[in-house]
């Protein structure tokens, strides 16, 4: 597992590499026979540049699971369901949570990477969210997401400057620009505390909880197994936070009101 990450931050893919290899005798046979059908029937299309494509054989149609598929779907649908007047997100996937969210409604995202966008629903900030938050955003709404985002503050991945910390620092700021009484909807990695430097940090429950502690009230707890699967509305007795929800590298959905 080491040694892939490694050859994949280079470039190389072992499993894909040797797909390729195997892949290209297919895609030889079904070339010359898809050319011989072609001329057999006087077809009107010409056959153009090659693109192979030597891996699609080996995927499924789709995967309706895993940590972003069930975050994004399952907590615009909250947001639809809250209708609130204002929604900030911070550093979510834009092609998956914004976009769902974007179809229903006006929704402000804020990101450390520059981002060009002309989708009528979507207004875009550049900002650091481990800097000093600007006056502007200072109780700026009553609804904000941070999904699987916060796991990544100050690890450098993004272009972020390095901080041990970057995640309080970025949490707090969430804090301040909620309003009283509004809601966050937060989710991040959730199991054995750890930091898998410089992807993610992967947080226990227990800590989360003290993390939020004294500024917010957890209204609803999901997660979303080592498997991929979806548990709603969870209640997190203390086995639960012991155990971290039996996850190793589990997502746990937070929605939290701001007292």
Known sequence: MQISRFTSAFGFHPLQ??????GSFRYLKDYLKFKKSLAQNNSIFKLGSLYPCFHDWHDAGGQASGHYFHQDLFVASRIFENNPQR??????RVDGFV??????RKISIIDIREMQT??????????????????YLIESTDSLSCLHAIEHFGLGRYGDPIYWDGHLKGFSNL??????????????????????FNAHRVFSIEY?????????????????????????????????IKNNCGCFYGCGIFELIKK
């Open 87 to 92: 929604h900030i997100d911070v550093g979510s």
């Open 208 to 240: 989360l909880l003290n993390m939020f502690y004294g500024q917010f009230d957890l209204y609803k707890f999901s997660f979303v197994d080592d498997k991929g699967d979806l548990h709603e509305d969870v209640l997190l007795d203390g086995e639960a």
């Open 17 to 22: 590499f040797f797909r390729a290899i195997g």
């Open 118 to 135: 002309k989708t009528q629903n979507i207004e875009y900030f550049r900002a650091d969210m481990m800097n000093t938050l600007p006056d």
């Open 99 to 104: 976009a769902h969210v974007a179809s229903f």
């Open 175 to 196: 804090e301040k620009m909620l309003k009283s009484k509004g809601r966050l909807y937060f989710s991040t990695p959730i199991g054995d505390q750890r930091i898998e």
